[in-house]
């Protein structure tokens, strides 16, 4: 429900309304039902909650795994939110100008599909749409949190909201508030960061032919370039593109005027899809691997960007979000069933446990992923060859790569 002021105390807020933070609070409070606790979720921003609004064909977009769409499914979202994506039936793998290729298909591995690709503007308007309506989540936007204090009881968190202040009080507060937190800067969280160097062209294109629900990840000497299917816009064969250069390249790319741009991409990508027609406003975002050297405190947890930004090969981003949040949720649920403080640090401390291993497994797949095909260093050019002729020819590296990409792990 939209509130214009909070309450004074709550059991959990929720610094952020974005994906992360609206999908955390809509996962906790689906999982608690009988026994939900009281939650606030303060958002920036106003939302969008016009679901009539038609797409633009810029619309930035994201890969929600098959593994993701399990999460949504638990809680009755899926529902809303399959109505909006593009399925993935297919995902072909190749290195530009060499040997190797592979391709995983929805069929070998039983599921009716890959992943999906959403378009953000899409998914935000499904779950905040669902905090509109919510009776147990109070929604407070545009709000910002201007100082976050440790209390013994939990966190205060001082709010301007329009032109009044409010100070609450919580028993637990998920920051999720992106990579760029000031509430982070404010505590002195610190960042583990590595560049990559890279930059990460992203649009939308339309090609001569339809793209048959497959995604193509290319690597290129560059970095990965990734064509996701759209659903259609206008009668055209829309894809998204992430098109991963180096820092030093991205400048003259984005320089480029369409006819430029739209060669150099039919040079990299080839025909798999015919000419390509059309592109979209293109954005340029610098490539880092960041992480939280601490992601919980008593009475505090980050979720999302603030505690780790990937590198976009594979997106894994969100979808390893979604799984903190699916363990999360698990951890406070016990919390809540043995009457334990929802803050309290030894519950958030057997959380961090129970993740630890996905965070770094996917971290690792991704970080390897990136630096291995980014490379024209000979030694990595003859591992990533055959590393795609293995995972052609050998059906279980294949289906351990696809459960991966599918983000299906076992806890």
């Known amino acids: 429900m939209i509130i214009s002021s909070p309450e004074n105390n709550y059991d959990i807020v929720v610094v952020g309304g974005g994906m992360v933070g609206a999908s955390f609070a809509h996962i906790l409070s689906k999982s608690l039902i009988s026994s939900c606790p009281n939650i606030l979720v303060a958002e920036a921003t106003v939302p969008k909650t016009d679901i009539s609004n038609q ?51 929805r069929e070998e591995h039983g599921v009716e599909a890959l992943g999906y690709v959403v378009e953000n503007t899409d ?51 998920v920051l999720a508030d992106g990579g760029h937190s000031p509430i982070c800067e404010q505590l002195g969280f610190e960042q583990l960061k590595e560049s990559y160097n890279q930059h990460a ?46 820092a030093e390249e991205s400048a ?23 000419k390509v027609i059309q592109v979209g406003e293109k954005f340029c975002y610098p490539l880092s691997l960041s992480l939280a050297k601490e992601q919980i405190r008593p009475s505090l947890v ?12 594979a997106g894994q981003g969100l979808n390893l979000a979604l799984r903190d949040i699916d363990a999360l949720v698990s951890t406070l649920s ?44 000979q030694s990595n050019v003859i591992t990533r060859q055959l590393g795609l002729l293995s995972l052609e020819l050998m059906p279980a590296a294949r289906k351990t790569f696809a459960e991966q990409a599918m983000g299906l792990v076992a806890r």
């Open 252 to 274: 003259e790319y984005m320089k480029f005027d369409d006819d430029e741009f739209i060669a150099k991409l039919q040079n990299s990508f080839g025909n798999r899809l015919g």
């Open 55 to 105: 797409s633009s064909f810029d619309a930035r977009s994201t890969v929600l795994s098959f593994g993701s769409r399990q999460i949504y499914e638990s809680i009755g979202l899926w529902e809303e939110i399959e109505e909006q994506v593009c399925p993935i039936f297919e995902i072909q793998v190749s290195d530009r100008g060499r040997f190797g290729s592979t391709c995983l298909t």
């Open 302 to 313: 980050l979720l999302g960007n603030v505690a780790h930004t990937l590198h976009p090969v």
């Open 123 to 173: 998914l935000g308007i499904v779950l905040n749409t669902q905090l509109s309506q919510s009776e147990s989540i109070a929604h407070l936007a545009p709000a910002i949190i201007e100082k976050i204090s440790p209390k013994e009881e939990g966190m205060t968190l001082e709010i301007v909201a329009g032109e009044n202040r409010f100070e609450v009080l919580a028993g637990l507060v």
């Open 334 to 377: 016990s919390a809540v069933t043995q009457e334990e403080p929802l803050g309290d640090m030894a519950t958030l401390q057997s959380y961090i446990e129970e993740q630890d291993f996905d965070q770094q497994k996917f971290i690792r797949f991704t970080d390897s992923l990136t630096k291995l095909f980014s490379s024209n260093n």
């Open 201 to 246: 062209i992203i649009t939308n294109a339309t090609f001569e032919l339809p793209h048959q629900f497959c995604a193509f990840e290319r690597f290129t000497d560059t970095g990965p370039l990734a064509v996701l299917p759209l659903r259609e816009f206008n009668g055209e064969n829309r894809c998204s593109l992430v098109w991963t250069v180096s």
